[in-house]
């Protein structure tokens, strides 16, 4: 199972963790209200008609696992004095994988798909929630550079090793001798080749006009003396 990765990006001030978690992005909900004050701030987003109708609607959309029948009691009571939720209770009773509750001492709290915490940011505050998606895409263009850098290095290494690799080959593996009419084997060696299309064994002191040579692995002893 792959490890999640956290990041923290700075938004006015307010270190906000991102998790990278299956591939998505989710961005911390806790980090987010604590600009703002505590976590009954995120209760009193999830407590909203609209919100919660957004929650259901991403999750129909996203989550083939979602209830919608639990959500549809939740969407009913919304916006009664009485109705509470929290984001436990919303995972425990509909499946909701947009919101995520993690009980950890060191980066835990709510978690929210960046879809929804964007909007929990224009909640908050408008302002804060462009730069949030400011600093959020500055983070995603420097791992899209570091990933490109890290591919072309992997490139130019492959590069170097194959070239190590063949010119051993020819230098320590191959010891033949090419004349402009002939490919002549020194040591008894079973050649398997791309680029003739002939596979008969000639007889010992034979001769055939040699075609571009582009791929030659050794694979096993034969008699010695053998053309090809």
């Known amino acids: 199972m792959t490890k999640d990765k956290k990041t923290t990006i700075n ?97 835990g709290g709510t978690y929210a798909h960046r879809d929804l915490a964007f909007e929990f940011g224009s909640w908050l505050s408008p302002e804060f929630k462009l730069y949030l998606i400011k600093e959020f895409q500055r983070l995603k263009e420097d791992e899209n550079r570091r990933l490109s850098l890290e591919w072309n290095l992997n490139r130019t290494l492959a590069k170097i090793n194959y070239r190590i690799h063949t010119d051993a080959i020819k230098a320590h593996i191959i010891p033949v001798a090419i004349t402009p009419h002939k490919l002549v084997l020194s040591t008894p060696t079973r050649l398997t080749y791309s680029t003739w299309p002939c596979s008969a064994r000639l007889p010992n002191n034979g001769t055939m006009p040699i075609l571009p040579l582009k791929a030659i692995c050794v694979t096993m002893p034969i008699s010695s003396n053998c053309w090809y």
Request: charged share 30%; with cysteine.
């Open 11 to 107: 938004v006015q001030g307010a270190a906000i963790t991102v998790l990278l978690h299956k591939e998505e992005d989710y961005i911390s909900l806790t980090d987010m209200a604590k600009k703002f004050g505590d976590d009954t701030l995120i209760y009193g987003w999830m407590r909203n008609r609209n919100k919660l109708e957004f929650l259901g609607i991403w999750e129909k959309i996203h989550n083939p696992d979602f209830k919608g029948g639990e959500f549809e009691t939740f969407k009913k009571d919304a916006g009664l004095n009485s109705f509470h939720l929290t984001p436990r209770k919303w995972i425990e009773a509909t499946q909701a994988m947009g919101i995520q509750s993690r009980a950890c001492r060191y980066g």
